[in-house]
């Protein structure tokens, strides 16, 4: 057989023999579309991790509520006890097991997608307290979306205040409420979640585990709250390559949160003094924030950067930009099914106004 030599990817090809349509080898993938595609498998993956960990947090709580209260009959304080005990058994069980079946579906381990370099001291404090006075103002901004609510004539049907009348009561609400969320949320959402998707850039990984996690706490006001806390977790994460710095702040927000409640359902004090010591706290951290932003902002200059194209650690090249990311992410069935749970479970909580 005669051979034609024909420049085609800088290889020869047989020449067809007469009365054949010539021959051409299939193109070589788009690596632009590669990328999406390993993208997509990626946060379908991680999709249906964060649905897992949700439901399995609502079956372990369901099914043990319904066990113990069908076996035993509890008094009014022991049912506090228990639905404090029961949360705190649902949130690290729901993030060890979703954990657990994301590295058995995914064959890696889960030190894979952590940083092994160390957290410079100087940094944590500031860092801490930068994520203190940002999550106060998101406070205030979600109790201002939670007040106009009303002009739709709609009202959260969660109660944000829980009554608590013994110290054993008010270790366990400080621990389901503050110590096991900090631990359960921040593995599930900043130690898998972003840093998996960290790898296509940090902007792209902090937006979108900001969503999930906002979301996922199924109220307006929390919601609101939660993704604004969302974004400021993962910026410092990814900043200290770590997720110290977001389980620190995340467990001083929520222990602030159950003291407020405690202080404001449990003492004489009165309202006046309570505000008086809200705003004071409020303050404080505020303040602090400010100076925390300035020290980071001197210590350096490219710490409040964050652009999709910047190198990381995980990060890979990337031929897709911010908005050809999102698209591509927020569309797998994975992500699409576990936000349509969260909108669901958020409408269901709205109840008119009476």
Same mark, same amino acid.
């Given at each position: 057989m005669s051979y034609q030599n024909y420049p085609y990817q800088n290889h020869t090809y047989p020449q067809t023999p007469p009365g054949y349509p010539p021959y051409y080898p299939p193109a070589p993938p788009d690596p632009k579309q590669l990328q999406r595609r390993a993208l997509?498998?990626?946060?379908?993956?991680?999709?249906?991790?964060?649905?897992?960990y949700f439901l399995i947090m609502q079956v372990v709580a369901i099914? +043990?509520?319904?066990a113990i209260r069908q076996t035993f009959d509890l008094s009014e304080e022991e049912q506090t006890i228990f639905t404090f005990l029961l949360e705190i058994l649902a949130s690290v069980m729901s993030s060890l097991l979703a954990v657990g079946c994301y590295r058995v579906m995914?064959?890696?381990?889960?030190?894979?997608?952590f940083s092994k370099s160390r957290i410079n001291r100087d940094m944590l404090v500031?860092? @801490?307290?930068?994520?203190?006075?940002?999550?106060?103002?998101?406070?205030?901004?979600?109790? *201002?979306?939670?007040?106009?609510?009303?002009?739709?004539?709609? $009202?959260?049907? +969660?109660?944000?205040?829980?009554?608590?009348?013994?110290?054993? $009561?008010? *270790?366990?609400?400080?621990?389901?409420t503050a110590v096991a969320p900090a631990f359960a949320e921040e593995l599930a959402f900043r130690g898998v979640f972003m840093n998996v998707m960290r790898k296509y850039g940090d902007a792209f990984a902090i937006l979108t585990s900001a969503v999930l996690f906002g979301a996922m706490h199924g109220n307006t006001t929390q919601i609101v709250f939660a993704f604004i806390l969302g974004l400021i977790f993962a910026f410092v994460d990814c900043k200290a390559n770590s997720i110290i710095p977001s389980v620190i702040i995340h467990f001083i927000n929520n222990f602030y949160a159950v003291a407020s409640d405690i202080l404001s359902t449990?003492? $004489?004090?009165?309202?006046?003094? @309570?505000?008086a010591i809200h705003?004071? +706290? +409020?303050? @404080?951290?505020c303040l602090l924030g400010i100076l925390s932003y300035i020290y980071l902002a001197k210590r350096d200059t490219a710490f409040?950067?964050?652009?999709?194209?910047?190198?990381?650690?995980?990060? $890979?090249?990337s031929l897709l930009t911010l908005k050809e990311k999102m698209i591509a992410g927020c569309t797998t069935p994975g992500i699409i099914i576990s936000l349509s749970l969260f909108v669901l479970e958020m409408v269901s909580n709205l109840v008119p106004m009476g």
């Open positions: 997509r498998k990626t946060a379908n993956g991680l999709g249906f991790f964060i649905l897992a099914a +043990v509520s319904i995914s064959g890696k381990r889960l030190s894979d997608h500031p860092m @801490v307290f930068f994520g203190m006075g940002a999550a106060m103002i998101a406070n205030q901004l979600a109790s *201002l979306f939670d007040q106009n609510i009303s002009i739709f004539y709609l $009202e959260n049907a +969660v109660s944000q205040s829980t009554r608590t009348q013994s110290v054993p $009561e008010m *270790l366990l609400y400080i621990l389901s449990n003492t $004489e004090i009165g309202d006046t003094a @309570v505000n705003i004071i +706290v +409020v303050a @404080v951290f409040f950067r964050i652009a999709d194209g910047d190198p990381s650690p995980y990060a $890979e090249k």
